[in-house]
């Protein structure tokens, strides 16, 4: 059996609970633009898995037109790379099915993130909840995906997914699915909530103050900024001095990612600072730089029919990709087609 070599190709998502936060673009979105001129990129509003807990229907529809419109501000251009929503192509779901029969209890029973959300009560939580690896794993492999750039949140998810793409490779005995590769961002796209430097930002966290959405006008962002959370002390002369002191260097890092350069070099120019001066500059900062994607994310945001055209286009560009893998895949596991 010779190993085949896949076309690098880019496969990420995000979901549509909620809106589109700081935490998605610097650790998410800003990434993707840049590879997108790197390789063939996929990029997916992943509203299948948004359900696997409860979302108010047309919340869901906005929701996902919002972050289809925060990716398309932000310079995800959809001539260059492929923009859609995951239940356009219905092949996602059918793989997710085959890899339901995959994948392994024992391999779903270790999955950190459904014990984490479905906590005490698992047994109220949906059965999509707890099959949500395996779509996801379904999403990468439809395209025959080698790179997916994820949070740390992730990484076990993209570990499954080369579990369910060995298994079913080794049981048919076909090099058919690659073993990808999870692209993990550094700390440094890593946004922490402005409450609680401990935990990420979240578009679900119970404070709107602990997140900057997207869609924040300049007066709220800065007022975010200069509420948040930091120790008494001023920033150290050095990036070591950061140590321990997780809400002042998320702030840091913040900055860093808006201005595109290092924690180290923003230490630099702002050595043994206050707070009374970085907040504001961070502010002004976040505002010079955000606010041109949230105008440009709400004149598109008015005309959400040219969202769903240009979603709908993408999923046409997408299933010409997924449904000959799907096809080859119902060939190999001996479903009859006509
Ligand atoms: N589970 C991912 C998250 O919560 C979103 C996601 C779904 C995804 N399918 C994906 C990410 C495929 C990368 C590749 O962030």
New binding site residues.
């Given amino acids: 059996m010779t190993a085949p070599t896949f076309t690098p190709r880019v ?5 549509p609970s909620g809106g589109l936060t700081l935490g998605n673009y610097l650790g998410a979105i800003k990434r993707w633009v840049d590879m997108q001129s790197e390789m063939e990129s996929i990029y ?1 509003v ?1 509203d299948l ?1 948004a359900i696997t807990v409860w979302q108010d229907p047309a919340e869901l529809k906005n929701g996902t037109r919002e972050i289809a419109a925060g990716m398309l501000a932000s310079g995800i251009d959809p001539a260059k790379s492929i923009l859609f929503n995951q239940s356009q192509v219905p092949e996602h779901a059918q793989l997710a099915w085959i890899f339901n029969c995959v994948a392994r209890l024992g391999w779903m029973n270790r999955m950190t993130q459904f014990k984490d959300k479905a906590g005490s009560n698992a047994e109220k939580a949906s059965l999509g909840l707890y099959a ?1 690896p395996s ?2 794993a379904a ?2 492999l439809l395209y025959h995906a080698t790179h ?4 740390e ?2 990484k076990q ?2 570990e499954l997914t080369r579990d369910i793409a060995s298994k079913f490779n080794h049981d048919f005995k076909r090099d058919f699915f690659p073993i990808t590769e999870p692209v993990i961002d550094g700390p440094a796209t890593r946004v922490m909530n402005l409450r609680d430097g401990s935990k990420k930002m979240s578009k679900s966290g119970e404070s709107d103050m602990e997140r900057i959405n997207m869609l924040d006008d300049a007066d709220t962002i800065a007022k975010k900024f200069k509420k948040a959370k930091t120790d008494p002390a001023p920033l150290p002369e050095t990036v070591d001095g950061l140590k321990d002191r997780a809400e002042a260097r998320n702030l840091v890092e913040i900055y860093a990612a808006l201005s595109d350069t290092t924690p180290e070099a923003v230490i630099a120019d702002y050595p043994g600072a206050g707070w009374g001066t970085f907040k504001p500059a961070l502010a002004d900062l976040a505002v010079s730089k955000l606010a041109p994607i949230s105008d440009e994310m709400k004149r598109l945001l008015n005309d959400p029919a040219e969202i769903d055209r240009t979603l709908a286009a993408g999923a046409q560009k997408a299933r010409a990709i997924a449904a000959p893998v799907l096809d080859e895949t119902y060939d190999i596991v001996g479903l009859l087609r006509g």
């Fill in positions: 496969f990420s998502g995000i979901k997916c992943v898995h949500y779509l996801m999403d990468i997916v750039p994820v949070g949140d992730q998810h993209v």
